[in-house]
């Protein structure tokens, strides 16, 4: 059975280069990895995500609740599962989900008032894990990234931007999400930023490698 490593974080954060630097080094370590992408466009499952981030079922993230909007997201990971990951828990060494879970437990939380964030966080963890029965990550790495260095790189990207990306109230709210869900549901932190600019790629690479060795 694959270990499961999640890598999560604002947008703009790497999630995706660490992910696919983390899947070579394991493979060049001899083992088998592979790397998942959520939400997963390319499949049909995502529907209802993208009609969310593109706007269609509102122009601002708060115009979708969050329980609403994590159901979203949560029916693209176990349609997806269902449909095609599963087999490969069972051909991998190592999985490494580029979002997953957290990733609700960061965008969607913030949208609720602090006094409720405890129980949201409950009743995500058991919706997704126990209700729907996905798979729990053997450790989850959250990329700490401040909003401003998380617009700039955003905006450095150039692609066409969601209803996440384009608020900058939004991704501030995250950010202080992030930082309690990580410390509420153990999420091993890495801090990408020193002195307000974005740390070597491949010195952030070098720490989350160090991170997953006790696996």
Known sequence: MAKLISID?????????????????LIAAGYTAKVLSF?????DSSFGV????????????????????STLFAVDRYLSYRMAWQRDLEKYDYI????????NAVHQLSKL?????ENF???LCDYEYEKLGLPKPDITLYLLVEPAVSMALVDHR???????ETDEAYMQACFAAGLY????????????CKNGRIRPMDEISDEIFEKVKDL
């Open 50 to 69: 993208k009609l969310y981030l593109d706007g269609a079922l509102g122009t601002h993230p708060s115009d979708m609740g969050a329980y609403a909007a």
């Open 113 to 117: 008032p602090r006094e409720d964030w």
């Open 158 to 164: 150039g692609a066409k931007k969601d209803i996440h």
């Open 39 to 43: 939400p997963m466009y390319d499949c």
């Open 121 to 123: 966080l409950s009743w």
């Open 96 to 103: 490494i989900f580029n979002r997953y879970v957290s990733a």
């Open 181 to 192: 869900a990580a410390k509420a549901l153990g999420f091993v932190e890495i801090d990408c």
């Open 9 to 25: 974080g604002l947008d703009g954060s790497g999630k995706g280069t660490q992910s696919e630097l983390l899947c070579r080094r």
